[in-house]
């Protein structure tokens, strides 16, 4: 059974920092490209970043210096550093395989003063 639970979610003041984790079981988590996508409310489900299984990594242009994705595949754990954060990055956050075969529950980041 695959199973991909997000945590590290939360409230935070614009310019704060969060990171995000996803922590996955039932893949060969060393070997799957992996990518967190987020969703605005009555917006749809966009990419944020995505890492590859060797480590080639991609972000979309809103996050380019501010976010970072990284792995750890002895912990098969997948992270993104959310730094100098905006209001407009308050969305639900999913982790996810590159294919989108498996998704997360997804975390809710809330950026407000």
């Known amino acids: 059974q695959v199973q991909l639970v997000e945590s590290g979610g939360g409230l935070v003041q614009p310019g704060g920092s969060l990171r995000l984790s996803c922590a996955a079981s039932?893949?060969?988590?060393?070997?799957?490209?992996m990518a967190w996508y987020r969703q605005a409310p009555g917006k749809q489900r966009d990419l944020v970043a995505i890492i590859t299984w060797n480590n080639d990594i991609a972000y979309t242009d809103s996050v380019k210096g501010r976010f970072a994705i990284s792995r750890d595949n002895a912990k098969r754990t997948l992270y993104l550093q959310m730094d100098t954060l905006k209001p407009e990055d308050t969305a639900v956050y999913y982790c996810?395989?590159?294919?989108?075969?498996?998704w997360g529950q997804g975390t809710q980041v809330t950026v407000s003063s």
């Open positions: 996810t395989t590159a294919d989108q075969k498996y």
């Open positions: 039932g893949i060969a988590f060393s070997v799957e490209s």
